[in-house]
């Protein structure tokens, strides 16, 4: 029975992604795009990052000075998507059952039960993520990874799709903790806001003034057609030179002098993944070296630590890592035969 159970739902899912076209594919992100476009002014480049990340069934963290709009760019995605979403605003008090639930004993009928956290939602928004403490922190980690959350012993599997989008300051801001490394893997993505040009900050002072952009991002799409659009970008090819490369990328910083800590498999294995949809958004069927490279920083930056003889050299933690990513991008060979 089980089999049978299994078997039906994948033909399901297949079906369902079946019924996506490449012109369907392309009006529906586009429009994804242009809602939040709407808030984030000037940003293409965080947009599609955030975008991306959506659709490679990953977790984006995005770290930046206050005020930027890091979290004006998490609520726009999620209000994108006719889904449920949750707001954590993570403080220094913040408990790890405040994330992910508690049991609370019932008198009427003489037997715990499980109340919800707020983990669990298709889209968390976690907010200054960094200011909580390691443990609390740390209790996304099973969410992010596997989808359930585990209490007193018990499993509870959260909403498909699951997507955490954290915003985080830079550590060198007051009240902040570093994320653990395991939690850093967890993301697929991290991404910068930087501060917008002149003329897209004189735009937000004439059009903010008097109403809130968030109010006129309308959904585009349900949580059916996020769940058909993820299995419809995991068919684009990807041909055995693009894995050796995203590899050999991989096993470099790992034998880098300069680096204490390289890609783990998990940031090859996501590196490939958002490659895909880099490639679908581009109207390829088929991943090419370039979208390999052009993800490069963005899904292995912040899961890499330099060596203290690195900083000390002269560049610091982010601006070390990106300097060698991009050394890396330069030295390692690019395979000719890349797609069919």
């Known amino acids: 029975m089980t ?26 992100t586009g429009r994804i ?9 000037g940003k293409p480049e965080a947009v599609r990052s955030a975008l991306v990340v959506l659709l490679a069934n990953g977790h984006l963290l995005i770290e930046d000075v206050p005020g ?4 004006m760019l998490a609520r726009a995605m999620a209000a994108t998507v006719d889904a ?8 220094p008090d913040l408990l790890p059952g405040d994330v992910t639930g508690v049991s609370v004993f019932n008198p009427v009928e003489r037997e715990f039960e499980f109340k919800q956290g707020a983990v669990f939602a298709n889209i968390v928004i976690a907010d200054e993520i960094n200011r909580s403490s390691p443990k609390t922190q740390s209790a996304l980690l099973e ?11 018990r499993t509870h599997p959260l909403p498909d799709p699951f997507l955490v989008v954290a915003t985080q300051n830079p550590l060198e801001m007051e009240g902040t903790y570093a994320l653990p490394e395991a939690q850093r893997d967890r993301f697929m993505m991290r991404i910068s806001m930087g501060y917008p040009d002149a003329a897209a900050e004189a735009q937000m002072l004439r059009e903010r003034d ?26 684009v090819h990807v041909s055995p030179p ?56 963005a899904v292995f930056a912040h899961r890499l630590i330099p060596t203290r003889a690195t900083n000390v050299r002269g560049r610091s933690g982010g ?11 330069a030295t390692v060979p690019v395979p000719l035969a890349a797609h069919p």
């Open 3 to 28: 089999q049978t159970t299994t078997s039906d739902r994948a033909t399901a899912e297949t079906s369902e992604a079946a019924d996506i076209s490449a012109e369907q594919f392309a009006d529906l």
């Open 33 to 41: 795009i242009t809602q939040v476009s709407r808030v984030i002014d």
């Open 68 to 71: 930027v709009g890091k979290t």
């Open 84 to 91: 449920t979403v949750r707001r954590i605003q993570f403080t």
């Open 143 to 153: 969410a992010m990874e596997e989808g359930q959350v585990t209490v007193d012993g």
């Open 210 to 235: 008097t109403a809130n952009p968030l109010d006129a991002v309308e959904p585009v799409l349900d949580v059916a057609r996020v769940r058909a659009l993820i299995r419809w970008v995991r068919r």
């Open 242 to 297: 693009i894995e050796q490369y995203a590899v050999a990328l991989a096993q470099a910083t790992r034998a880098h002098p300069d680096l204490r800590l390289g890609a783990s498999p998990r940031a090859t294995l996501q590196l490939v993944r958002a490659a895909k949809v880099w490639a679908a958004l581009g109207g390829r069927a088929f991943v090419i070296p370039d979208d390999i490279s052009a993800l490069l920083v």
């Open 319 to 329: 601006d070390a890592v990106t300097a060698i990513l991009e050394r890396l991008i």
